[in-house]
Each structure stands twice: as C-alpha cells, then as structure tokens.
C-alpha cells in the first residue's frame, strides 16, 4: 500500500474516532442537560401540588440521568408527598449512594426520617449531617435533631441537641428559643427567663422569643415586663403572625 494512502487512512479513522467521541460526548451532555431542566420542572410542579405532572417530568429525569443524585432526591420528596413510603426511602437511599459526602440529602432524609417516626435513625442522620465537614451550617442539623427528639418527648436529649447547636453558633436564635421553651413548658420560669434576657442584652431579637417572654413574664406575674415585651414585639414586628397571637393572650394594645 502505498505509505501517504496509509497515513491517510490512520488520520481518517483517527478523526472518525475524535468526531465520534465527540459526539458521544455532546449526547451525553445533552442528556445531562435535561435531566437537570426535568428536575427543576418537577420540582416546580410539586411547590404547585401537581402531583401527577410532577411524576411523569421526574420519570423523564430519571430515564435521562438515572444517575444524577438530585433527580433522586426529587423524587423521593414526590413520593413522599404521595404517601408512597417504601420507594420515597429508596429514592433517599439512592440519592446519598450517589452523593455519598453531600450533607444536605442527608439532612432531607433525615428529616423524612422524623416525619415518619424513626426518631432513632433520624437523629443519627442529622448528626452524621452536622459532622459533616461539606456541611456549612451543622447547627441547624443539631437543631432539626432537637426538635425530632423534642416530638417523640425526649426532652433532656433534645436540649443536649440545642445546646450543641449553639456551641457552634451561640446567636442561633432558634436553639435558644426551644430551650427557653422548654424550660417554660416544665415550670422553670425563672431558668428561661434567665435564657431569655441573657440572649436578648446581646443577640438580635426575634418575634419568637419575644413572643415567649411575654408568657414566661406573664406567668411569673410580673405585668410590668410583660407589657415591655410586647410592646416590643408590636412595634418592631407588627405584621408576624405572633404579634398577632398577643390577642390570643389577652393582650390589648392601647
């Protein structure tokens, strides 16, 4: 064969292999493409309670990247919200094997978790999520383990939750507010008075907490200090829904 004939040749198969490999891939770009498009739009559906339409747009996600962690996670919230248990902890399950160092499925299954009555393994999800070093905000994961603690009754497991969230975050309003909360739940009035007062002098407030201190102040009889903490409350949230329950309370702004 003549040598330039087959130098020709190897560049032609060479070029045929490069364009080939191209458009392979292209197709699986484009497929990756959308799949995430499918995915939002599913999850768009959901927000809108179109359930049905939401299936069969995350269906397509699925068969085009069945691979894609978020298409799984997507479907396991839609599952869930069709009360289909057993495949919602699949669809979980599936999304952490594929994204096994991403902390926020692992926070939305334990959340599921929770929802479900698996306090146990919820907790240990949310902690697995808090020690996670990806995780930017561990605190809330120690917080979502206080409340599903908090639900099943456990109460001094759940405080334990709270108070390692604000070790990580000592303004963490929230944490503060359920264990102030339960304080005043179980008659410690001055304990979460305490709390209360001590966050306040040196943190933003909060409708919540504000809203807390006007029953514990109430409750401690002190009328005085109640009336400051609601005024509070109306005059720098007026339009919170717990500016609002100060009626509910008695309360009758003047």
Known sequence: MNPRLCVGLIAAALLAGVLAGCA????????????????EL???FMRRGQLAIAQTTLDRALKENPDDPDV??????LFDRLGDSKQADREFRAAMRL?????D???????YLCSHGRVDEGVAT???????????????AYDN????????????????????ALAIRPNFAQALWQIADLDFSQGRLAQARQEIDAFLASNQET????????????????????????????LDFPDSAQARALADLGHNPG
Do not use: W
């Open 42 to 44: 599913g999850i768009a």
């Open 126 to 140: 949310f902690i697995s999520a808090a020690r996670n070093p990806l995780y930017l905000t561990p605190e809330i």
């Open 24 to 39: 392979n891939q292209q197709a699986v770009q484009r497929r990756h493409d959308a799949a995430v498009y499918n995915t």
């Open 72 to 77: 799984h996670s997507a479907r396991a919230l």
């Open 145 to 164: 383990a206080g409340v599903c603690l908090r639900v099943a009754h456990r109460d001094v497991a759940a405080a334990q939750m709270f108070r390692d």
């Open 105 to 111: 499925f692992q926070n939305n299954y334990a959340v």
């Open 207 to 234: 409708p919540d907490l504000l809203l807390l201190a006007v029953k514990v102040t109430r409750a401690q009889k002190d009328p005085l200090d109640a009336e400051l903490y609601a005024r509070r409350l109306q």
């Open 99 to 103: 994204a096994p160092k991403n902390p």
